[in-house]
């Protein structure tokens, strides 16, 4: 089967570890619904957070869904002057049958804004729960 990455990325309100771990579980829910997707299918992940947060690794959030036998890792984005703060980064590399450009990548909240140049910009509106 086919490897892929799938990109996505959302924005805390606050650096609250709830918050946070809420945020992060949205991402990774809306992922896999928007690209037809199990947990199985993950190969690893790898989540980058900017610098201004603290409060817990997004990788966690994963972990609580029961992701705890795919391989995941947290990063810290580059400290870039004047970059959107709060935001939390996704890449996951995944085993789909979908072609490249049929992969949706997901930008939730304030992180929609980040990605304006896909044509495949998952829309909280989309997700049915």
Known sequence: MPIRAVRGATQLEVDEREHLLERVAELVKAVLHANDLADEDFISAIFTATPDIHSEFPAYAARL????????????????????????????????????DGITHVYLHGAAALRRDLTHVYAKADDPS
């Open 65 to 100: 869904m029961g992701m705890a036998d795919v391989p995941l890792i947290c990063a810290q984005e580059l400290d870039i002057k004047g970059a959107m703060p709060r935001v939390i980064r996704l890449m996951a590399h995944v085993e789909t049958d979908l072609p490249r």
